[in-house]
């Protein structure tokens, strides 16, 4: 069993920047895959920025060149750096981690809200 704490959402205005933190209740150094994910009102659950196996980091094309994911192994953290945010960044940001294999398990936190204010 994995508990992910969320910090660090809330409002912001367009072109600001906020940094979300994910801290894992055990080690994350041997985690499948572990990032954040996004849903905003009326929309499917999004991938936004992972790093999967082997450390490697994956972005949403529409985030790419603006959001940052980095790991902290000894702190159980990821953090995620958005910056130049835009209105349609506004949705509740999820950290999920995938352990073990066959099978694996999803463990998910609670969410955090991140609105931004055009």
């Known amino acids: 069993q994995v508990q992910l704490v969320e910090f660090g959402g809330g409002l912001v205005q367009a072109g600001g920047s906020l940094r979300l933190s994910c801290t894992a209740s055990?080690?994350?150094?041997?985690?499948?895959?572990m990032g954040w994910y996004r849903q905003a009102p009326g929309k499917q659950r999004e991938l936004v920025a992972v790093f999967t196996v082997g450390g490697e980091k994956t972005y949403a094309d529409s985030v790419r060149d603006r959001f940052t994911i980095s790991r902290d192994n000894a702190r159980n953290t990821v953090w995620l750096q958005m910056n130049s945010l835009k209105s349609e960044d506004t949705a509740v940001y999820y950290c999920k981690s995938e352990v073990g294999s066959g099978p694996a398990y999803e463990y998910w936190g609670q969410g955090t809200q991140v609105t931004v204010s055009s």
């Open positions: 055990r080690s994350i150094f041997s985690f499948n895959r």
